[in-house]
C-alpha cells in the first residue's frame, strides 16, 4: 500500500525570524560578551601570558617582527584586564625603551580599540537603559558631549583600571576617534614611565630608573589627589541637595 501520510507541516517562516531575534537582542549580546570576557580572564589566570612574553615569546622572532607581535599579544592581553604596567615593564626590558614604547603604545590603542569595540557591539544596547542616577548620568554625559578631554584626563592619570574605563567607555556615545587619540596620546607618559623603568632595571641607580619611577609615583600621588577632590565635591553635592 502506497502510504498515504501526509507529509510534516514546514515550520511557520515567522520562527527563524523570531530565532534570530532573539540572539540579537541586546541581553543576548551583553550576555555573550560577559561568557568571552569571563573566558578571556580565565585563560590569563590560567596560562598567564604576561609571563610568556616577559619571558620573550616566541624566541626564535627578533626584530620589527618581535616587536609587532608584541604590541598584538599586549592588545589582546589589556582587553582580557591583563594590568598594563606588568606589560609595560616587560616592553621596556625586552625590547629597550624606544622600540618598547612604540610597541607598548601600539598594543594599548589596539586593545582599547577591542574592548571599546565590543562592549558598543555586544554591550551598549542592553547597557543604556540601565543608566539611571546622577552619578552615572553625570559620567556618561561627560563621556558624550566632551569625550576626547574626558578619556585623556583618565589616561593621563592613573588609578582607573584600562579595561574597565573602555568597556565603560563604550557605553556611553563617544565617538571612536575621540576614544583612539585620546588614548594614544594620553597614555604617552605613564607608559614611557614603565618602559624607561623596565629598560633600565638592570641598574636600579640609573638616573634613566630613578627619573622613571619618581614619576610613577607623582603621577600616582596627583591620580590620588584628584580622585579625594572629586569625592569631596560630589559628597558636597549630594549633602547639599
Same mark, same amino acid.
Given at each position: 500500500?502506497?502510504?498515504? /501520510?501526509?507529509?510534516?507541516?514546514?515550520?511557520?517562516?515567522?520562527?527563524?525570524?523570531?530565532c534570530?531575534?532573539?540572539?540579537?537582542?541586546?541581553?543576548?549580546r551583553?550576555?555573550?560578551?560577559?561568557?568571552?570576557?569571563?573566558?578571556?580572564?580565565?585563560?590569563?589566570?590560567?596560562?598567564?601570558?604576561? *609571563?610568556?612574553?616577559?619571558?620573550?615569546?616566541?624566541?626564535?622572532?627578533?626584530?620589527?617582527?618581535?616587536?609587532?607581535? &608584541?604590541?598584538?599579544?599586549?592588545?589582546?592581553?589589556?582587553?582580557? &584586564?591583563?594590568?598594563?604596567?606588568?606589560?609595560?615593564?616587560?616592553?621596556?626590558?625586552?625590547?629597550?625603551?624606544?622600540?618598547g614604547?612604540?610597541?607598548?603604545?601600539?598594543?594599548?590603542?589596539?586593545?582599547?580599540g577591542?574592548?571599546?569595540?565590543?562592549? +558598543?557591539?555586544?554591550?551598549?544596547? /542592553?547597557?543604556?537603559?540601565?543608566? +539611571?542616577? *546622577?552619578?552615572?548620568?553625570?559620567?556618561?554625559?561627560?563621556?558624550?558631549?566632551?569625550?576626547?578631554?574626558?578619556?585623556? /584626563?583618565? +589616561?593621563?592619570?592613573?588609578?582607573?583600571?584600562?579595561?574597565? /574605563?573602555?568597556?565603560?567607555?563604550?557605553?556611553? +556615545?563617544?565617538? #571612536?576617534?575621540?576614544?583612539?587619540?585620546?588614548?594614544?596620546?594620553?597614555?604617552?607618559?605613564?607608559?614611557?614611565?614603565?618602559?624607561?623603568?623596565?629598560?633600565?632595571?638592570?641598574?636600579?641607580?640609573?638616573?634613566? &630608573?630613578?627619573?622613571?619611577?619618581?614619576?610613577?609615583?607623582?603621577?600616582?600621588?596627583?591620580?590620588?589627589?584628584?580622585? #579625594?577632590?572629586? *569625592?569631596?565635591?560630589?559628597?558636597?553635592?549630594?549633602?547639599?541637595?
Open positions: 500500500m502506497l502510504d498515504t /501520510a501526509a507529509p510534516p507541516a514546514p515550520a511557520p517562516a515567522g520562527f527563524a525570524v523570531r534570530t531575534r532573539t540572539l540579537l537582542s541586546p541581553w543576548s551583553l550576555s555573550l560578551l560577559v561568557v568571552m570576557l569571563a573566558a578571556a580572564v580565565t585563560t590569563v589566570l590560567v596560562f598567564e601570558p604576561q *609571563r610568556l612574553l616577559s619571558a620573550g615569546w616566541p624566541p626564535q622572532l627578533s626584530g620589527a617582527a618581535a616587536v609587532v607581535l &608584541f604590541g598584538v599579544a599586549y592588545g589582546l592581553c589589556t582587553a582580557a &584586564f591583563v594590568p598594563r604596567p606588568i606589560l609595560n615593564l616587560a616592553a621596556g626590558a625586552l625590547f629597550g625603551s624606544q622600540a614604547l612604540a610597541a607598548a603604545v601600539a598594543g594599548t590603542v589596539l586593545g582599547a577591542i574592548a571599546f569595540g565590543l562592549g +558598543r557591539l555586544l554591550g551598549q544596547d /542592553a547597557l543604556r537603559p540601565l543608566l +539611571r542616577g *546622577r552619578a552615572l548620568l553625570a559620567a556618561d554625559g561627560q563621556l558624550s558631549r566632551h569625550g576626547f578631554r574626558t578619556m585623556l /584626563a583618565i +589616561r593621563l592619570f592613573p588609578g582607573v583600571p584600562f579595561a574597565a /574605563a573602555n568597556y565603560c567607555a563604550a557605553v556611553s +556615545r563617544m565617538g #571612536w576617534l575621540p576614544f583612539l587619540l585620546a588614548t594614544g596620546i594620553g597614555s604617552v607618559p605613564n607608559t614611557a614611565a614603565y618602559v624607561i623603568a623596565g629598560s633600565s632595571a638592570s641598574s636600579p641607580t640609573s638616573p634613566a &630608573f630613578l627619573i622613571a619611577m619618581g614619576f610613577i609615583a607623582l603621577s600616582g600621588l596627583a591620580a590620588a589627589v584628584v580622585a #579625594w577632590r572629586k *569625592r569631596h565635591r560630589l559628597r558636597g553635592e549630594r549633602s547639599g541637595a
